[in-house]
């Protein structure tokens, strides 16, 4: 088990933030082995921060990680793998060098690195480019390069930062496959995204953060049964005023009018719409990661 | 410290295999080759072709041994003025007493011949003059020039090093941090490793160009005979001189990499790196104007203050005996610097290496955590 509990870190202040900025101020959750979690909020909200931390990049002022119940070290985080939001490569370094490079700095021994290299090479179809710098290799195959980096030493834990941005849909899925691969081998997998239809997609638990806080966490069926279910109705060219007195918001695009509410008689509701106009849509809805993560943000 | 060498060994490997490491070792060693053989294909020792018109030669051989002289002999003073005017002869003795010559005498010859000429008539009248004793009281100075001439080339060599190796260190700093790499290289190794691995790396290679030059300029000055004019005590030299590149270095490499940290992109780095090769240029120009004067004030003064040290040491070790004493002194005074630059360029590089963006100021950088 992945804890990270009540961190928080305030960065210095500059001359345009004199008292400091707060980045986190008390974030805390867990992440099972075995488990995806999908870490999302707002630009500026604290994961790349949480992230920083948790890999040693960054010291938190308080709080505290651990991983197997121990605290984290630099040896602990030598066998978890890491993509920060801002790539990075030797532009001019070859590509299986660099891999194996990474592998070793990760502490694998030299024929255990040219081997790793040599499979994930294989497995993301750059054996091929193995020998080349890594500045000829188009931006697809730049990030294949990294995620073998994050890959090479077989990794414990991997914690990714915004993994699938800038990625086609193609090598959108070839990642989630390549991630939910080391997820089933018992590893937990920390990513970030704004790209909350992926995330619904592929996680098991989801954390929200906002300025610095988790709002929410939990799988994200416990955050929709949270959210509540809300029902929709759309009625077309309804007679003004139809729907006086219902709870809920009514929006109008063109001659279609939606109701949308979490409370009321249903079926007073659908008496109400169908005398006003046709209806065209009756129903229960669940809530899309998208209006939890926007409602618990608000 | 498995990390630490890693890092090392990848600038290393990285670095060698570029055409330009190549080149550039290649080229310095044939500079130095060329230039260990200069002394002989340009100067050489002095050569005068004289003539005689009904005169006996004069022994200027056993007076000047390191001069070459021709004698050649001509009928008659006609043949013997076309042969002057013509440049055949520096100069005819005619008769055993003018000397023909085009233009002036050359000094050195005209007093030679003078002498000569004077010591042979007594001689032949019996009397015999004892040649007088040469004593110096003072220093041995017979290597002054050999000395001076190796100090030069020392303090060029180091000041070239210095700065190309300092400046690589400084471009790959910033070569990390621009590209982010700097990120997942802090996540599995210790800030003081990277810089360390770095700088051990690029000091490495600046060594292995100074042992090429080395090597190749004693070798090539023992083919071309330069070597005999050698003062003793090359190879003690060639140490320290191993050792202050690598206080030198050490000193101006760790400050480069701080300065670097605090930029994230290429075009910035001269510019940051301002203060640092200034530091770098006037130590050069000290040492150089010290290189007149190795035993003068300045020199002595500023050869214990670091980082002056690293090149004026150098050079008074070249330019006269100094004892071993102030050589232990100066180098435990820039040994003492360069800890202390070491602790001040660990901390910024490590507060500012993940700072991307604009240009940090060092004074945040101090200030903040």
């Known amino acids: 088990m992945l804890e990270i509990s009540d961190l928080r870190k305030r960065f210095a202040g500059g001359p345009d933030a004199p008292g400091g900025k707060v980045a986190l101020d008390g974030i805390g959750f867990s992440v099972r082995p075995g488990e995806m979690f999908g870490f999302v909020g707002a630009n500026g909200a604290g994961k790349t921060t949480t992230m920083r931390i948790v890999m040693g990049v960054l010291q938190a002022d308080s709080g505290s990680v651990s991983w197997q119940?121990?605290?984290?070290?630099?040896?602990?985080?030598?066998?978890?793998?890491?993509?920060?939001e801002e790539r990075g490569l030797y532009q001019k370094m070859r590509v299986a060098e660099q891999i194996e490079y990474f592998g070793r700095l990760h502490g694998l021994g030299p024929a255990?690195?040219?081997?790793?290299?040599?499979?994930?090479?294989?497995?993301?179809?750059?054996?091929?480019?193995?020998?080349?710098?890594?500045?000829?290799?188009?931006?697809?195959?730049?990030?294949?390069?990294?995620?073998?980096?994050?890959?090479?030493?077989?990794?414990?834990?991997?914690?990714?930062?915004?993994?699938?941005?800038?990625?086609?849909?193609?090598?959108?899925?070839?990642?989630?496959?390549?991630?939910?691969?080391?997820?089933?081998?018992?590893?937990?997998?920390?990513?970030?995204?704004?790209?909350?239809?992926?995330?619904?997609?592929?996680?098991?638990?989801?954390?929200?953060?906002?300025?610095?806080?988790?709002?929410?966490?939990?799988?994200?069926?416990?955050?929709?049964?949270?959210?509540?279910?809300?029902?929709?109705?759309?009625?077309?060219?309804?007679?003004?005023?139809?729907?006086?007195?219902?709870?809920?918001?009514?929006?109008?695009?063109?001659?279609?009018?939606?109701?949308?509410?979490?409370?009321?008689?249903?079926?007073?509701?659908?008496?109400?719409?169908?005398?006003?106009?046709?209806?065209?849509?009756?129903?229960?809805?669940?809530?899309?990661?998208?209006?939890?993560?926007?409602?618990?943000?608000? | 410290m498995n990390g630490l060498m890693l890092v090392a060994r990848r600038e290393i490997t990285t670095q060698i295999r570029t055409k330009g490491f190549l080149i550039g070792l290649l080229v310095t060693a044939l500079l130095v080759a060329a230039v260990s053989f200069a002394p002989k294909i340009f100067g050489g020792p002095t050569s005068y072709t004289l003539g005689t018109v009904n005169s006996q030669q004069l022994p200027l051989q056993a007076a000047a041994p390191d001069a070459e002289v021709t004698w050649r002999s001509f009928p008659d003073e006609n043949a013997a003025k076309q042969a002057v005017l013509a440049?055949?002869?520096?100069?005819?003795?005619?008769?055993?007493?003018?000397?023909?010559?085009?233009?002036?005498?050359?000094?050195?010859?005209?007093?030679?011949?003078?002498?000569?000429?004077?010591?042979?008539?007594?001689?032949?009248?019996?009397?015999?003059?004892?040649?007088?004793?040469?004593?110096?009281?003072?220093?041995?100075?017979?290597?002054?020039?050999?000395?001076?001439?190796?100090?030069?080339?020392?303090?060029?060599?180091?000041f070239m090093l210095l700065m190309g190796q300092v400046m690589m260190v400084a471009m790959g700093v910033v070569e990390e941090k621009g590209s982010r790499i700097v990120e997942i290289l802090l996540s599995t190794v210790r800030p003081w490793q990277l810089l360390g691995g770095k700088i051990i790396g690029l000091g490495v290679l600046g060594l292995i160009n100074l042992v090429t030059i080395a090597v190749v300029g004693l070798a090539a000055a023992m083919v071309s005979g330069l070597a005999a004019d050698f003062p003793p005590g090359i190879p003690g030299l060639l140490a320290g001189v191993l050792v202050w590149f690598i206080l030198g270095y050490a000193f101006f490499a760790t400050l480069s990499a701080a300065f670097a940290s605090l930029v994230s992109r290429q075009e910035e780095v001269s510019s940051v790196m301002t203060p640092l090769t200034m530091l770098i240029m006037v130590t050069y120009f000290v040492a150089f104007y010290t290189t007149n004067d190795a035993t003068g004030t300045l020199a002595t003064v500023l050869s214990y203050v670091p980082p002056f040290s690293a090149m004026i040491m150098p050079v008074r070790m070249a330019a006269t005996?100094?004892?071993?004493?102030?050589v232990g002194a100066s180098m435990a005074a820039m040994v003492v610097a360069v800890l202390a630059v070491l602790s001040f360029g660990a901390t910024v590089y490590q507060r500012a290496v993940l700072r991307t963006g604009a240009r940090l100021k060092l004074g945040d950088v101090l200030r903040t955590r």
């Not at chain 1, 990642?175 to 704004?194: D, K, N, W, Y």
């Not at chain 1, 669940?286 to 409602?295: G, V, Y």
Request: proline share 5%.
């Open chain 2, 321 to 326: 005996e100094v004892p071993l004493w102030q």
């Open chain 1, 112 to 298: 255990e690195a040219k081997k790793a290299t040599d499979d994930l090479l294989e497995r993301l179809g750059l054996t091929e480019r193995r020998s080349d710098a890594v500045q000829t290799l188009s931006l697809g195959n730049q990030q294949r390069v990294q995620l073998a980096v994050a890959l090479v030493h077989d990794p414990e834990v991997l914690i990714l930062d915004e993994p699938f941005s800038g990625l086609d849909p193609i090598a959108v899925d070839a990642l989630a496959t390549a991630l939910q691969e080391r997820c089933r081998g018992g590893v937990p997998v920390i990513f970030s995204s704004h790209q909350l239809e992926l995330v619904e997609r592929l996680c098991d638990s989801v954390g929200i953060v906002s300025a610095g806080r988790m709002v929410a966490t939990g799988t994200v069926a416990d955050l929709r049964a949270a959210e509540g279910n809300s029902l929709r109705v759309v009625v077309r060219d309804p007679s003004p005023g139809w729907a006086d007195g219902l709870p809920g918001e009514v929006t109008v695009f063109g001659d279609r009018h939606t109701l949308r509410t979490e409370g009321g008689d249903d079926q007073e509701i659908l008496r109400r719409a169908m005398k006003a106009g046709h209806v065209e849509h009756f129903g229960i809805e669940q809530p899309t990661l998208t209006e939890i993560f926007k409602e618990a943000v608000a």
């Open chain 1, 69 to 84: 119940g121990r605290s984290l070290g630099y040896d602990e985080r030598q066998r978890f793998g890491y993509m920060p």
């Open chain 2, 87 to 158: 440049g055949d002869v520096d100069a005819v003795l005619v008769n055993g007493v003018k000397v023909l010559t085009d233009g002036e005498i050359d000094p050195q010859l005209g007093v030679l011949l003078q002498s000569v000429n004077k010591e042979t008539k007594l001689g032949a009248a019996g009397v015999s003059i004892p040649p007088l004793q040469m004593q110096s009281v003072g220093a041995d100075t017979r290597y002054e020039a050999a000395r001076a001439g190796i100090a030069v080339v020392l303090v060029l060599l180091l």
